[in-house]
Nanobody, 123 residues
Framework: QVQLVESGGGLVQAGGSLRLSCLAS????????LAWFRQAPGKEREFVAGMSWTGSGLAYLDSVKGRFTISKNNAKNTVYLQLNSLKPEDTAVYYC????????????????WGKGTLVTVSL
C-alpha cells in the first residue's frame, strides 16, 4: 500500500510559479511509475506529467511542455511538479498518482491516488 499526500497548491497570478509536492508513505517509489494529473471544474481528469521510478521515461501533456517539470527525491519519498509560466487554464485540482504496473498514462493505469491540491491561476 502507498499513501500519497499532495501539498503546495494555492492562488497565483498568471505568469507565476508554484512547486507541488507529493509525499509517499507506506512504501517507497521503487518500481512505481509516478505521475501528476489534474482536473478542472466540469472537466475530466487529465494526465499532466509522468516518469518511471528510475527518473527516466519522462512524459508531458503537450500544453505544459517547457513550463512544467516532474522530478523526485527518493531519499525523501517525494515527487515534485514545478509549475512555471502559469496560465488561467492551468487552474485545477492537481493529483499525484502511482502505478505498480506498466502501461500508459491513463487514469485507469494508476494504482494509488492522493486527494489533490488546488491550483488557482488568476489574471
Amino acid at each position: 500500500q502507498v499513501q500519497l499526500v499532495e501539498s503546495g497548491g494555492g492562488l497565483v497570478q498568471a505568469g507565476g510559479s508554484l512547486r507541488l509536492s507529493c509525499l509517499a508513505s507506506g512504501n517507497t517509489f521503487t518500481n512505481y511509475r509516478l505521475a501528476w494529473f489534474r482536473q478542472a471544474p466540469g472537466k475530466e481528469r487529465e494526465f499532466v506529467a509522468g516518469m518511471s521510478w528510475t527518473g527516466s521515461g519522462l512524459a508531458y501533456l503537450d500544453s505544459v511542455k517547457g513550463r512544467f517539470t516532474i522530478s523526485k527525491n527518493n531519499a525523501k519519498n517525494t515527487v515534485y511538479l514545478q509549475l512555471n509560466s502559469l496560465k488561467p487554464e492551468d487552474t485545477a485540482v492537481y493529483y499525484c498518482a502511482a502505478s505498480a504496473s506498466g502501461g500508459g498514462w491513463f487514469t485507469t493505469d494508476m494504482t494509488y491516488w492522493g486527494k489533490g491540491t488546488l491550483v488557482t491561476v488568476s489574471l
